[in-house]
């Protein structure tokens, strides 16, 4: 069984949208959407949950108001003003740094667990489909990443499936880190643009880190195709692989608001281009 991640240095550059695509071309797999602070590949699935699972997060500060004396220490020290003028704690305002808990004489605060997500498992048309989901405001998106992720490998490996597909999420941040950790290859969705080619160099950077060999695919390469040279130019430097470019096709657009990925949606230069990627993926040249 391979973990494999779809991933990107910048929001927008399509990566769901393959991930849909390639999610149409594999037969035995399990999926997982590790963008839990903004996940869409489940508009896409319309899944069905058969497990929910409550995520928490950091631990923020009560204070229990009988045991407090009002010295006023903790308010005076609060460097995020958390904490209101009759004690109590804003927990959204609060950043868990438990500074308050260590300062109280009193001992009158308490350091307890924040519900901050949840994360489901759901059958799909696609499969088993593995997602979650961080509420507003709420912090630690890798660990939640890493949940599940473990879901899923769990169940790819019960279902003995071929991949676990992971729509991984954007940027370079503590969820991607989280997302490629471990795995041996992933996909890398640029888009040809100035800013496309310097987040694409970040991504590249962390998957270098990480040991994790870049496959990367350029998107929309006709609007730009001086860039996309460059793109393929450095990616070929950094030692990896262009599996190939997709052309700007409005049937991706199309395809997403049917809640259908581009190849269920029909034959259209995009698809076709998605399936010779998979295909040369599949076939392992130079890698």
Same mark, same amino acid.
């Given at each position: 069984? =391979?973990?494999?991640?779809?991933? @990107?240095?910048?929001? /927008? ?14 037969? #035995?797999?399990?999926?997982? &959407? ?5 996940? &869409? ?15 928490? /997060? ?6 229990? =108001? ?11 020290? $609060? ?11 804003? *927990?959204?305002? $609060? ?8 300062? $109280? ?12 997500? +949840?994360?489901?498992?759901?059958? @799909? ?27 899923? =490998? ?12 992971? &729509?991984? *999420? ?7 880190? #989280?997302?490629? #950790? ?9 888009? *040809?643009?100035?800013?496309?080619? +310097? ?9 270098? +880190? ?29 030692? /990896? ?8 096709? *409005? ?6 608001? %049917?809640? =259908? @990925? ?5 034959? @259209?230069?995009?698809? %076709? ?15």
């Amino acid at each position: 069984m =391979l973990e494999i991640a779809v991933v @990107s240095g910048k929001g /927008g550059t399509g990566k769901t949208s393959v991930t849909a695509a390639f999610a149409t071309l594999i037969k #035995s797999k399990v999926l997982a &959407d590790c963008d839990v602070d903004a996940p &869409d590949l489940h508009l896409i699935l319309k899944p069905e949950i058969k497990q929910s699972s409550e995520f928490y /997060g950091m631990r923020r500060a009560y204070i229990r =108001l009988d045991d407090c004396t009002w010295c006023g220490i903790c308010r005076e020290y $609060c460097r995020f003003d958390a904490i209101s003028e009759d004690y109590v704690v804003d *927990p959204v305002a $609060c950043d868990g740094c438990e500074l308050c808990y260590h300062l $109280c004489p009193e001992k009158a605060i308490d350091l307890k667990p924040t519900l901050a997500g +949840h994360w489901y498992v759901a059958e @799909s048309r696609f499969g088993t489909f593995v997602y979650g989901m961080l509420e507003i405001g709420e912090e630690n998106s890798g660990k939640l990443v890493t949940v599940i992720r473990k879901q899923g =490998l769990f169940l790819a490996q019960k279902e003995n499936a071929d991949f676990l597909l992971v &729509d991984g *999420p954007p940027g370079t941040g503590c969820p991607v880190n #989280s997302t490629l #950790s471990g795995l041996k290859y992933a996909f890398v969705v640029a888009e *040809p643009t100035q800013s496309g080619l +310097h987040d694409l160099g970040r991504i590249v950077d962390l998957m270098e +880190h990480f040991k994790v060999y870049p496959l990367v695919v350029v998107n929309k390469f006709d609007l730009n195709e001086e860039m996309s040279d460059r793109i393929e130019k450095y990616v070929e430097e950094r030692g /990896g692989t262009v599996l190939g470019r997709i052309p700007f096709d *409005p049937a991706v657009t199309e395809s997403m608001t %049917q809640g =259908l @990925s581009v190849i269920e949606y029909g034959d @259209s230069p995009a698809s %076709q281009a998605i399936k010779t990627v998979w295909e040369k993926f599949l076939s392992g040249v130079n890698l």
